[in-house]
């Protein structure tokens, strides 16, 4: 069933200067987080879309997910991801979505974390101060620890080596040093040009870190700028797959794949693209 639209009114508001894309398996333990995500990108002045990219699910069950409130919000486009193909990870959910929207820079963010307020603005006003000179603006992660009573607080940000500047192709790589060390900046912060993510291809086809994946061939391919400041605030809870012991056995895996890749990339580019 093909459910993709935008909701009512959709048709009337301003153009959307940046989509921001949600995959999600609308889990019900979730829906609360996915609600306080989608209510966070309202605290922007910049015009918005927010593309729900969802698997297999009835107009019915994304309504109960979502409520009636989220559901009707002018700002909000549902893609079903499995209308044309079956969407199983995160990456091909927010590939389906990537390619079905035509704003000038998109971002996206996880159905349990949420922006801080002027997030997208702030991004927004650097990438004009750059014009076309940069492809992606990004910043810092601050953790949003939630408890089990269902309580959340702010913590500290996290101490990521990318200082704020502008960063030529394959600076980050260098930055980051070794695939053990922490990664160069926030990943979920990234602002990013739509034309350019769409021609690279979207998200990496790899079970998880398929966002650093993606991250590495845009920033090893195309110049960008780091704000100070955080730009996302990433929720920590005890359903969380990347705390599981699955998730933390492939990681060495994965970063050594990912940094083997950006390598070649990296070699590619400033032997033959520069």
């Avoid at 910049?46 to 002018?74: Q, R, W």
């Avoid at 193909?85 to 998109?106: C, G, K, S």
């Avoid at 998200?203 to 704000?227: C, K, Q, R, S, Y």
């Avoid at 929720?235 to 940094?259: E, M, N, S, V």
Wanted: with cysteine; aromatic share 10%; hydrophobic share 40%.
């Amino acid at each position: 069933m093909n459910i993709n639209r935008f909701a009512a009114g959709e048709t009337e508001q301003t153009p959307a200067t940046v989509a921001v894309i949600t995959a999600t398996n609308l889990n019900p333990k979730r829906a609360r987080w996915l609600v306080e995500a989608h209510e966070s990108l309202h605290a922007n002045h910049t015009p918005f879309i927010h593309v729900l990219s969802v698997n297999n699910s009835d107009i019915a069950t994304i309504k109960t997910v979502v409520g009636e409130k989220m559901y009707a919000c002018p700002h909000l486009k549902i893609v079903d991801a499995s209308a044309e193909y079956d969407a199983d990870t995160a990456a091909e959910a927010r590939n389906v979505a990537l390619y079905q929207v035509d704003t000038e820079w998109v971002c996206y963010i996880d159905d349990d974390d949420i922006l801080p307020p002027g997030s997208i603005d702030a991004r927004v006003a650097a990438s004009e101060q750059y014009k076309t000179d940069i492809h992606w603006v990004g910043g810092y992660l601050a953790d949003l620890v939630t408890s089990e009573d269902g309580s959340s607080h702010l913590t500290s940000r996290w101490e990521q080596p990318a200082a704020a500047g502008f960063y030529q192709p394959g600076d980050m790589l260098r930055v980051w040093g070794n695939p053990e060390g922490m990664f160069p900046y926030g990943g979920g912060s990234l602002l990013m040009r739509t034309s350019t993510l769409q021609m690279l291809g979207g998200w990496g086809g790899i079970p998880h870190d398929e966002d650093i994946l993606m991250h590495l061939a845009l920033t090893n391919g195309f110049p960008g700028v780091i704000l100070e400041g955080v730009f996302l605030h990433y929720r920590k809870h005890a359903i969380q797959w990347t705390g599981t012991p699955g998730y933390l056995q492939q990681k060495t895996f994965t970063r050594d794949l990912l940094w083997r890749r950006a390598e070649l990339v990296e070699k590619f580019t400033r032997e033959n693209l520069r």
